[in-house]
């Protein structure tokens, strides 16, 4: 482990401590949604950290001052040693938090996961009906099983987060995905729109809603907030609208390298679970400490304060506010991750945004169209 | 005065931890992939909600702990007031 070596640290920009820690276990998944967020070329990623290596990793990040911990993938329960995981993380005095698809859990794991300290678990539908759920997960029998799982982990005293990623196939029936939510007693609903990074980039012109899809959700989304605030009730249904339907670019990040820390599967240490793409060289938890990662790293640093920024957003009065956007989305759409993120009015390239809601309305493509997220494809696309 | 029933026996909601943050030099409230960062009374208050004492107990602490405050009981019960809303805590 190494402490020493260059520090990139920005003179006059100390950054706060990583206050989330996400643990990428494995990219090995038994689902195929087409708009996962891994990258397209995970099949030839298959090195994990081990057991011990992982809490490892766990005890320096909550001595940087991590709290919350979150287990996800890939499918986080594929991992065989996950309740030694989650003792270690529970002992370290973490708020732990397992993200899966519920296939592989049980009634057996999540008692043992309890017992082991557990503090939360978040399950992910496709869709409110099945078979919409299971063409999209890409498997015959993951709906019933995922409703199995949701009233196990109710049943066992958890709280649940239920999250719906949310697209143009299935976001006209999100009464009825709100409706099984209260109805699977869920604490927070993420009605997450769909965005597009990894998979999600490459099904882009499947998956992009309409505005008008998008205006009739977030009104009966309000409309079920008022009415739950009516009632007493504490389930919270928070709703994530897609950028593309914005003319300033989110706050990615809160900032890069401000507070989130993602771990992939190998032990790479990046500021978000995408930032693998970007031509930029990350450090790895094998060869560093996360200390030296965290606060002196050449990836960490890359994009910290506001030196780097390009116009427009170098005079821009607004940078502080969003820091530019995404450097992933500035990437992936302009071929180069320094320039403004293109959802901004501001940004040249903007009008490749416009393009994919034109998109959306004219020409947007089936369900049956949709690139499946698995060893095959991932194994095409990097081929060529 | 808040309507509060000083009875009533406050206790965090389920799936919310109240714990100490040295990194941050604070006491923050942990739930599902968030956290809430508490100020000194809030903490101060929180640490008081065990499930076991009603809020007529922790205000006669409180109040004994802190004799220099000005209206100490009437912003404990203010706070708990919101923390139920905000479903933070749940009354007994």
């Known amino acids: 482990m190494n402490d020493s070596g260059s520090s990139f640290a920005k003179p006059g920009h100390i950054p706060g401590p990583p206050l989330w820690l996400l643990a990428e276990l494995t990219y090995r998944c038994p689902l195929q949604c087409p708009y996962c967020s891994n990258p397209l070329d995970f099949a030839k990623q298959s090195e994990e950290l081990t057991t011990a290596q992982w809490i490892e990793v766990f005890r320096q990040a909550r001595e940087l001052g991590a709290a919350q911990l979150g287990f996800s993938g890939g499918e986080p329960l594929v991992r065989q040693d996950l309740t030694e995981l989650i003792r270690a993380a529970r002992e370290l005095g973490y708020y732990t938090n397992l993200i899966t698809s519920g296939i592989g859990l049980s009634e057996e794991r999540i008692a043992e996961f309890a017992e082991a300290g557990l503090d939360h678990i978040q399950i992910s539908f496709q869709a409110a009906d099945e078979e919409v759920n299971n063409l999209l997960a890409g498997s015959s029998k993951a709906f019933a099983q995922k409703l199995a799982m949701a009233r196990a982990v109710k049943k066992h005293g958890y709280p649940m987060v239920l999250n719906f990623v949310t697209h143009r196939h299935n976001i006209d029936n999100i009464e009825r995905i709100i409706e099984l939510c209260i109805e699977l007693e869920a604490d927070f609903v993420e009605l997450a729109t769909c965005q597009f990074y990894g998979w999600a980039e490459l099904n882009r012109a499947g998956l992009l809603p309409t505005k008008a899809q998008l205006e009739r959700a977030e009104r009966i989304t309000n409309e079920w907030r008022a009415k739950l605030a009516a009632q007493g009730h504490p389930c919270k249904l928070i709703f994530v609208t897609p950028d593309y339907y914005e003319e300033r670019p989110k706050a990615c990040m809160n900032g890069w390298g401000s507070l989130f820390l993602d771990i992939t599967p190998d032990g790479t240490a990046l500021p978000c679970h995408s930032a693998k793409m970007l031509p930029v060289q990350f450090p790895k938890v094998t060869e560093h400490s996360l200390k030296h990662i965290w606060y002196d790293s050449f990836g960490f640093n890359r994009y910290r304060g506001d030196d780097w920024m390009p116009e427009p957003c170098r005079s821009c009065d607004e940078k502080d506010r969003d820091f530019g956007g995404c450097r992933c989305q500035a990437f992936m759409l302009t071929g180069d991750a320094d320039n403004a993120d293109p959802v901004c009015g501001k940004s040249q390239h903007h009008g490749l945004i416009l393009d994919a809601r034109r998109q959306a309305e004219e020409a947007p493509k089936g369900l049956d169209e949709l690139t499946h997220r698995n060893v095959h494809a991932s194994q095409l696309i990097c081929k060529s | ?92």
């Open chain 2, 1 to 92: 005065m808040s309507g509060l029933n000083t009875e009533l026996v406050p206790v965090l909601r389920r799936g919310f931890r109240f714990q100490w943050e040295p990194a941050q030099g604070c006491h923050v409230l942990l739930y599902p992939e968030g956290m809430i960062k508490l100020n000194d009374s809030a903490g101060a208050i929180l640490a008081e909600v065990d499930g076991q004492r009603s809020i007529g107990a922790i205000v006669a602490d409180l109040s004994a702990r802190f004799p220099d405050v000005q209206g100490i009981a009437e912003d404990i019960m203010v706070f708990l007031e919101v923390a139920r809303e905000r479903f933070w805590i749940e009354f007994r």
